[in-house]
């Protein structure tokens, strides 16, 4: 692993407790940086030159350390762009990617799959760069998992696997709403999923069908972990609006903030500022401030822009649209803050001295019912799958989503341990079992500087709302060009909810701007060549 990657883990194992922490050597203080210009073309002739030889290098500050910003900045300085700052709000680069130790165990607080291991991902891409895919590691497939009840049942695995194909089936059913349905509907990814089990249950033996409704929507539930947010609140028609992944899904197990290191290793250390959260954005120049915009951060210091890339999570936006932005966000770009989902994924680690499971068959479905999901109130509901941990044989990864999620964050490590001892008890009709000895979570929600973990498709999203996201604010009708852009997960609409779609955001807004200089080089040769006799 390289000292790049060890960097980043104390950075970001600095808030967590001392018994979770494991030593970590130091790294040089300065990183080297990536000499790279690219190639255009003068009077014919091709040199190798930036285009900000021939124009005026514009301020450039980037809202953000997470993917989606240090792509902007990598793709800035490559363009031969130095004149930009890198604000990040908190201690750590990587944003929603958040790699820690828990033992001598790497723990993913944030995202922790690559989805696609295919050279067309640019996240795969970088993790090969990094030298981090020495095999393909691949998630874990619900088939191979075991199946529990809530009277301590495990159903037979025979029939598990008939099931999981047709799962699948009306998962692919449901994918294919967005290209085959000619007119929209409104109608929610659960009543979609609920009735075709329904109609695929009179197909078994009256005897059969209460196993095979608990294995269903127990498969169900658990898309729940990919977009954190009850089913219900999901648009069944736009499930399918982003690009399928059709390869597999592959897990880091040194950790998945180690694919940030070719970016920061050809970012200037000095460009990028910690723990700098941004108070406002005034993005109208007055006859008192022709500057294009002015950025200012919490502790009173200002950074003067011609652009400002903002990269803040959907969650910030919706609840600081009407403070960050001066004037505030109105018209498609407000509508599209507030209508586009935004849910919540915090993870609970369990470590255990003596473990109650063999090392490989650690992963259980909650096989919940029907009925028992739309009883609401108990936190435990927004559970459906509890998973070994890849690499450890005694630390067991829980996600809880949706407004369950939410209530953890006020639980103590205590009050986690009861009740997920509880459950499972429960579950496995052994009550017997352990406590943990130790408990890790995340709080994504109640963290300002992101407030939830993704966005999805709600019920009155549209995919032109994803764009209006991703659409530059223009002072004075546009005539001086873009000035706010906006980049982050949410505002890729194919590949949104993503590391790549973050990736790809970031190389798109960092390349709005080097076009824009482009267009305005040409507008004044143009003008030159029109001025000469």
């Known amino acids: 692993m390289k000292d790049i990657i060890k960097h980043f883990f104390k950075r970001q194992l600095s808030i967590y407790p001392k018994h979770y922490q494991k030593p970590i050597c130091n790294v040089k203080e300065q990183l080297s940086t990536a000499k790279c210009q690219n190639e255009i073309s003068v009077k014919g002739e091709n040199v190798s030159k930036s285009i900000w030889d021939f124009i005026k290098m514009p301020k450039v500050v980037i809202i953000g350390a997470g993917m989606s910003g240090l792509s902007a900045a990598q793709s800035l300085f490559k363009s031969g ?98 290209t085959l349905n000619s007119s929209q509907s409104n109608e929610s990814l659960m009543n979609f999923f609920s009735n075709r089990i329904k109609q695929e249950l009179q197909n078994f033996p009256e005897n059969q069908r209460y196993d095979i409704a608990r294995v269903m929507f127990g498969l169900t539930n658990t898309i729940r972990n990919r977009w954190g947010v009850d089913l219900a609140q999901m648009s069944a028609y736009h499930y399918g609006c982003s690009v399928k992944n059709t390869n597999s899904n592959i897990i880091i197990p040194q950790g998945f903030v180690g694919i940030l290191a070719p970016l920061i290793q050809e970012i200037p250390a000095n460009c990028v500022k910690y723990s700098k959260p941004v108070k406002t954005i005034s993005w109208c120049p007055t006859e008192k401030n022709l500057d294009k915009a002015v950025v200012q951060c919490d502790d009173g210091e200002e950074f003067l822009a011609d652009y400002v890339i903002v990269t803040v999570s959907l969650g910030v936006l919706k609840t600081q649209f009407d403070k960050l932005f001066t004037p505030a966000l109105s018209g498609e770009k407000l509508e599209a803050v507030k209508k586009l989902g935004y849910g919540c994924i915090n993870k609970i680690f369990m470590e255990y001295k003596k473990p109650f499971w063999v090392e490989g068959e650690g992963n259980v479905v909650l096989s919940w019912s029907s009925d028992e999901l739309n009883e609401k109130g108990d936190w435990v509901k927004g559970i459906s799958f509890l998973g070994e ?116 955001s970031g190389i798109r807004e960092a390349e709005r701007i080097i076009q824009f200089a482009k267009d305005k080089l040409e507008s004044g040769e143009n003008q030159a060549a029109n001025r000469s006799p």
């Open 389 to 504: 941990v890849p690499g450890s044989k005694h630390v067991m990864q829980v996600n809880v989503t949706g407004p369950e999620a939410v209530i953890i964050e006020e639980l103590s490590d205590n009050d986690i341990a009861e009740d997920m001892t509880c459950l499972l008890c429960k579950f496995t009709g052994d009550l017997t079992l352990p406590y943990p000895s130790n408990i890790l979570k995340t709080k994504w929600s109640s963290d300002p500087y992101f407030v939830g973990a993704s966005s999805y498709m709600a019920l009155d999203s549209t995919i032109g709302q994803q764009y209006d996201l991703g659409m530059p604010l223009c002072p004075n009708n546009g005539e001086a060009g873009p000035v706010i852009l906006f980049a982050g997960e949410a505002t890729c609409p194919e590949h949104f909810a993503t590391v790549q779609g973050a990736r790809f």
């Open 81 to 178: 762009l130095k004149d930009f700052v890198v604000l990040e709000a908190t201690n750590r680069p990587g944003g929603r990617i958040h790699s820690c130790w828990l033992g001598n165990l790497v723990a993913e607080m944030g995202a922790q799959l690559i989805y696609g291991d295919s050279l067309s991902n640019p996240v795969f891409t970088l993790a090969c760069q990094e030298g981090l895919i020495k095999s393909l590691n691949h998630s874990g497939n619900l088939n191979s998992s075991l199946f529990l009840t809530s009277d301590g049942r495990a159903i037979d695995p025979i029939l598990n696997s008939s099931l999981y194909k047709m799962f699948k089936q009306i998962e692919h059913q449901a994918y294919s709403l967005f």
